[in-house]
């Protein structure tokens, strides 16, 4: 559904109108911009419309907002991930503000990625990995050895006091989410 500008453009929007009915002030909103070409999209056409949703959003709605790029975990999409990557570093701080990893770590190891994620860094684009939902404690291990600033999931991280230790001392965040946890059987 999501294979247009204006549907992508309507989408964020309307996301944004439904959060500050929430009373959020907020949010991050994370979209894979290479899920969005099938209809011949190019990312960066997605990544505007996202990023004109988003102003509209922000403007008519009174919420903070910006925009979490997404790589995605997969054996033959690598030349899509390093255009995510260019594209966040065009619109960072224009819309944007990170990218991600995300997709089935237990098939696809955070290590896998480790390029995307240096190439991000050299950049000095901000960067969370999805770890420790589907795979141990050493995927999380292995997002904060890459950089991560924060953690997508984490609920692996538990069963490795060490890791929380460190976690908690280098002030790394989990972005915990109750219903996907749920749904993927991590809980």
């Not at 990544?47 to 903070?64: E, N, P, Q, Y």
């Not at 990218?99 to 089935?104: C, F, V, Y």
């Not at 290590?111 to 684009?125: K, M, P, T, V």
């Amino acid at each position: 559904l999501l294979q247009t500008e204006k549907a992508i453009t309507t989408a964020v929007y309307r996301v944004l109108e439904n959060m500050r009915k929430d009373n959020v002030v907020y949010a991050e909103l994370r979209f894979a911009p290479q899920l969005h070409t099938k209809a011949h999209l190019t990312q960066d056409e997605a990544v505007s419309a996202a990023v004109k949703g988003l102003k509209r959003g922000t403007t008519d709605f009174d919420i903070k907002a910006q925009l979490i790029l997404c790589c995605m975990r997969n054996n033959s999409n690598h030349k899509e991930n390093e255009e995510t990557v260019r594209m966040a570093l065009k619109y960072l701080g224009n819309g944007v503000c990170a990218i991600d990893l995300a997709g089935n770590e237990a098939a696809y190891p955070t290590g896998d990625f480790a390029d995307i994620f240096r190439q991000a860094a050299s950049e000095g684009i901000p960067f969370t990995i999805h770890a420790g939902e589907a795979a141990g404690a050493e995927s999380v291990w292995k997002a904060l050895e890459l950089g991560a600033v924060r953690i997508g999931h984490g609920i692996r991280s538990a069963s490795d006091k060490a890791l929380m230790d460190t976690l908690s001392e280098k002030g790394i965040y989990l972005e915990m989410c109750y219903s996907s946890n749920m749904q993927t059987h991590a809980v």
